[in-house]
């Protein structure tokens, strides 16, 4: 069997085509003989010459982007615009909020929500297990939060109710999280 040995421009973790036998050069362990994408996720195209490395970074960026514009074309403007009237106008009060500049904040954050829980969905779906994962609930509370000290900010008003802000802020985090967990699912069991 032939062996790589590598030379000195040639990083750790990288994986060569020699002879059709796929080899990831790594530093010994105790526990493994052999390393496949351990320290760095490259591709071997088809074609490429002996001892090319091409990293699939850029392609798995590519592909995120168009899964992401795939699950926005799913969205309406109506159905974000019916939430913004159900959970935030109220706590609003006096304040204009339809066509201002608030507006495109919350509507900023219901689009990062419905995204991530979408991709979070789109994975239960294709794993069959529902994963109860406390960093997700950690994300809702989180961007729930920066919206709500968004809107306190912006809005200026002595008058204005905190706890309903926040009550509302949330309760609009939590909407976006469930439509896009559902709509990652319906979109995962379609392709399955």
């Not at 020699?18 to 760095?40: D, E, G, M, T």
Request: net charge neutral; aromatic share 8%.
């Amino acid at each position: 069997m032939l062996s790589i040995q590598p030379s000195g421009n040639v990083p750790v973790g990288c994986i060569f085509l020699w002879s059709n036998v796929i080899k990831c050069l790594f530093k010994p362990s105790s526990h493994s003989q052999a390393c496949f994408l351990r320290l760095n996720p490259t591709l071997i195209l088809r074609g490429a010459s002996m001892g090319s490395v091409v990293s699939f970074q850029e392609h798995k960026r590519l592909k995120d982007w168009e899964v992401e514009k795939k699950l926005l074309q799913t969205l309406s403007m109506e159905d974000m615009v019916y939430a913004s009237e159900k959970h935030l106008i109220p706590a609003c009060g006096d304040f204009q909020f339809r066509h201002s500049f608030l507006e495109e904040i919350c509507m900023d954050v219901a689009i990062e929500t419905f995204i991530s829980s979408a991709k979070r969905g789109m994975i239960e779906a294709r794993t069959g297990k529902a994963q109860d994962n406390p960093a997700d609930e950690e994300q809702v509370k989180q961007r729930a939060t920066e919206l709500k000290a968004f809107m306190v900010d912006w809005i200026q008003d002595e008058h204005i109710n905190r706890g309903q802000i926040a009550n509302g802020a949330e309760a609009y985090v939590q909407h976006w999280w469930q439509v896009g967990l559902k709509t990652g699912k319906d979109r995962a069991q379609l392709r399955l």
